[in-house]
């Protein structure tokens, strides 16, 4: 998957920049992860908050296994989406959404904004099904995604074990991309947004 051109998002007045990934941002992104709560890297494939787990991440940008978009304001990283398409045959047409916002971003529409660009992408690689997984106490979260159209499919009961040992469930939603094309069409931006690529 790729993206070659950055997108602009107004954040309630403040320019936020929307980029992919790529290696020149490792350090930043290693900053953030370590600012964020511990809960926030429990549902993450790897930990982030250290040199080889972005290291590893950056090597499946370069595979293009990962696309990873970047939300940034002056320079300063504030949150980012990654889609993860499956490496299996069958399930090929199905990709893991992530999306990580800082503390201080979180209820300014950030997190929908990347998400909605997330589906843009996944429009544009043939991705049919897009699936989130959180914990249930992630009640912001689950909002947005709900507010776009997924749904539960399946609660993992202790699932998830974080840093003390503790156990907590997963929640599991999903979206079926072209849904997302439709609700597009139906508010008329769905052509707009296509002329514009």
């Not at 998957?1 to 997108?7: D, F, I």
């Not at 929307?18 to 992104?29: I, L």
């Not at 916002?101 to 909605?116: D, H, I, K, M, N």
Request: a negative charge; hydrophobic letters at 45%.
């Amino acid at each position: 998957m790729s993206l070659e051109k950055t997108m602009d998002v107004d954040l309630g007045g403040r320019a936020v920049e929307v980029r992919p990934m790529g290696p020149a941002d490792r350090e930043a992104m290693l900053g953030f992860a370590r600012d964020l709560p511990p809960h926030d890297l429990l549902f993450l494939r790897r930990d982030i908050s250290e040199p080889l787990g972005v290291d590893a991440w950056l090597r499946d940008i370069e595979r293009g296994e990962v696309t990873t978009l970047l939300a940034l304001a002056s320079g300063e990283l504030l949150g980012y989406v990654t889609l993860h398409r499956s490496s299996l045959r069958w399930s090929r047409h199905v990709a893991e959404l992530r999306v990580v916002v800082s503390a201080s971003c979180r209820g300014a529409g950030l997190g929908r904004a990347l998400t909605e660009a997330a589906f843009r992408l996944a429009l544009g690689e043939g991705i049919e099904k897009i699936v989130a997984r959180m914990t249930p106490d992630q009640g912001g979260a689950i909002s947005v995604f709900e507010g776009l159209g997924f749904r539960a499919e399946a609660l993992l009961r202790d699932e998830v074990k974080d840093r003390e040992g503790n156990l907590h469930d997963l929640l599991v939603m999903s979206h079926r991309v072209a849904d997302f094309q439709g609700m597009l069409d139906a508010y008329g931006v769905g052509a707009a947004l296509n002329g514009a690529s």
